[in-house]
């Protein structure tokens, strides 16, 4: 199994619901990541986790909250979200963050976020 | 600093060649990925770079200069589901930690 999954694929919110983005993976690996993507932009880099502890926080803003119940899942709470939040959150994971041959990070298909 | 650049746009025409160049600069290089993304769909793992040379993947080749912060995807036979978005990608070591720098991507367009 080489698939990183996630659900919703598409959500529509308020700017006063709360909603969550889930990410799953069952290769194994240990190191998982979100990112954020606008069109025509490069995915941009919010948390990572390793070995389910959060090792990198990009200056996120606090109305997202990352939690990782465990070594295969990792998900993102939204809350009070703006309309410039609107984008493709990405989920990704790799064997580790160490800097072994390959060790590239496969992505899930994404969630298609929009704030109204 | 950390800077990886790219064109934005490249054209071709089905079954000829492209080649799509990245330059970079960071300041603790340790390997070089290219992904292809499709539009409104996550990227997707074509190759890997540490060493300088040319790594060769069915119809895709990637070449490396570490000398010259100088890497390029060349694409060949192409097939109209090649028109996709081209991401050049460097880990970067700072510290004990690995961190991926992305570039902006070139949206290749082929044309029949």
């Known amino acids: 199994d080489t698939e990183v999954t996630q659900t919703p694929k598409h959500l529509v919110m308020g700017m006063t619901n709360k909603k969550s983005l889930k990410c799953e993976q069952h290769?194994?690996?240990?190191?998982m990541y979100w990112y954020k993507q606008k069109a025509k932009k490069p995915p941009e880099l919010m948390f990572v986790y390793s070995y389910e502890k959060l090792s990198i926080n990009e200056s996120v803003p606090s109305r997202f909250s990352p939690e990782c119940p465990n070594s295969s899942l990792l998900n993102l709470h939204l809350h009070a979200l703006q309309p410039e939040d609107s984008a493709l959150y990405l989920c990704?994971?790799?064997?580790?963050?160490?800097?072994?041959?390959?060790?590239?990070?496969?992505f899930g298909p994404g969630t298609r976020l929009t704030v109204l | 600093g950390q800077n990886i650049d790219q064109p934005t746009e490249m054209t071709a025409t089905e079954g000829a060649i492209v080649q799509i160049n990245c330059t970079y600069q960071?300041?603790?290089?340790?390997?070089l990925f290219w992904y292809q993304q499709h539009a409104g769909e996550a990227p997707t793992f074509l190759s890997y770079n540490v060493l300088d040379g040319l790594e060769e993947k069915g119809r895709f080749s990637s070449f490396l200069s570490r000398s010259k912060g100088y890497s390029y995807l060349l694409l060949k036979e192409l097939q109209m589901k090649d028109s996709a978005s081209y991401l050049c990608a460097v880990r970067d070591r700072s510290d004990s930690n690995y961190q991926l720098i992305w570039g902006a991507g070139t949206k290749l367009i082929i044309k029949p």
């Open positions: 960071t300041s603790g290089f340790n390997g």
């Open positions: 990704a994971s790799s064997q580790d963050r160490g800097g072994a041959s390959y060790n590239e990070q496969f």
């Open positions: 290769m194994g690996h240990r190191a």
